[in-house]
């Protein structure tokens, strides 16, 4: 499965912005997809994640009732909604996919084996 990432931007702290995260070629029936960060000179980080069956959702501390997981499956693509950003939201964005991660290891950034490039988030103050 290929993915590709987009919607990043320039925002203002306490603003809004939605990431997309459109797959082509063989997809997932199982598995989870999910959104990591990496801000300069840092780990990759778990933003939140998805499982494709039931749908369940799982959200980072960090960004917990700010931000929203989704998918659209007619357009096989998945979302980050992402409000009342601030300054250390401020990161490159990713999503992946696997369908091997189970819930003692979504969270992972090795569980994942399918990547999509960065889109750039940057949040001022």
């Known amino acids: 499965v290929q993915l590709q990432a987009s919607g990043g931007g320039l925002v203002q702290a306490g603003g809004s912005l939605r990431l997309s995260c459109a797959t082509s070629?063989?997809?997932?029936?199982?598995?989870?997809v999910a959104w990591f960060r990496q801000a300069p000179g840092k780990e990759r980080d778990f933003v939140a994640a998805?499982?494709?069956?039931?749908?369940?959702?799982y959200y980072a501390d960090s960004v917990k009732g700010r931000f929203t997981i989704s998918r659209d499956n007619a357009k096989k693509t998945v979302y980050l909604q992402m409000n009342s950003l601030k300054p250390e939201d401020t990161a490159v964005y990713h999503c992946?996919?696997?369908?091997?991660?189970?819930?003692?290891?979504?969270?992972?950034?090795?569980?994942?084996?399918?990547w999509g490039q960065g889109t750039q988030v940057t949040v001022s103050s």
């Open positions: 998805m499982r494709l069956i039931g749908s369940n959702t």
């Open positions: 992946a996919a696997s369908r091997t991660a189970i819930l003692s290891t979504l969270r992972t950034e090795r569980a994942y084996g399918n």
């Open positions: 070629g063989s997809t997932f029936s199982s598995g989870y």
